[in-house]
Every structure is written in C-alpha cells, then in structure tokens.
C-alpha cells in the first residue's frame, strides 16, 4: 500500500532545488563518489523509500531552469572530479521521473524577487506554482520561509521532512 498523497486534488509537483539535491546526492554516494559528499535529509534507506513512494503519487513532475543552475552550482563548487558521471546521475534522476522544466522569465517574477527579498530561484519556484494554479500543484521544497511563502500564496508546500520522518 503507497502512501496516501496528502494533496490528493494534486498531481503536479513542483520541486525546489534541495530535495532534488538530495536525490542526487543520495544517488551519487551510492555510486561511491568519495568527495565528501553528504545528505542533509536521506540518511537512511526508510527515508529514500518514503520519498520515493511519494514522488511516486504526483503524475507530473516539474521544476524551473533557476533551479537545474543551481544544482550546476553546487556539482562547480563541490565536486572536484567526475564531473562528467555526477552529471550523469542528474540525467538520469530527471529522466526517471520524467521531470519536465518550465521556464519563468525574471521580468515575470520581479513581483516575487522584490516584495518578499527571495532569490530568483525560490522566486521562479513560487512563479511556477502560481502560473499552474489550475493544476492544484504542491511545491516541495526544503526552505521553510519559501514554504510559508507558498502558503500565503494559497499554495500547497510540503517539506521534505514532513515526507520522510512523518510517514
């Protein structure tokens, strides 16, 4: 029996930069990259099994480009070498949940740049939730201020912990 997807109106996910991160890095340490690698969320198998048996319930995954160049910043800045297989790994995580990226201009978000002082990041991701309104989408994320922030929107967020600790 899955778990019971608490937005059940839901089948759009949006994902934010850090539970990605930790698919990834969750990936990456499987695959032995030895660099110091290490998961903030997903440190033990129970915890990968719920995310995915969640991941699992949304039929459409997305995210916005903000957020595949800030995992181009972490794999410059922390990965010394193989660079080549650590992206590698990101292929292939974004193909296996046939990840679709939406693109949100920055002059159609300087509302959410500016009023809320959030990054274009967070700002495209939030962006994204309120242009698929329609779609009931929930947005997951590991920052707690964008999740309120999503709330406020009258958006659904759900934090990764909120997925793997309280299952």
Known sequence: MGMENPFTRSKTLILDTGPLWELILHRAMEERFHQGLKVQFLREKIHYDRLATFLDEFSKKMTTPHVVAEISG????????????????????????????????????RERVLEVEQDAVDASVLQLGLNLRDENPTVFTVDVPLAGRCKSARLHAIHISEVIYHS
């Open 74 to 109: 972490h794999i410059k800045r922390g990965i010394d070498r193989r660079k080549e297989d650590f992206w590698r790994i990101v292929f292939e995580e974004f193909k296996g949940m046939h990840m679709d990226e939406n693109l949100i201009k920055l002059l159609d978000m």
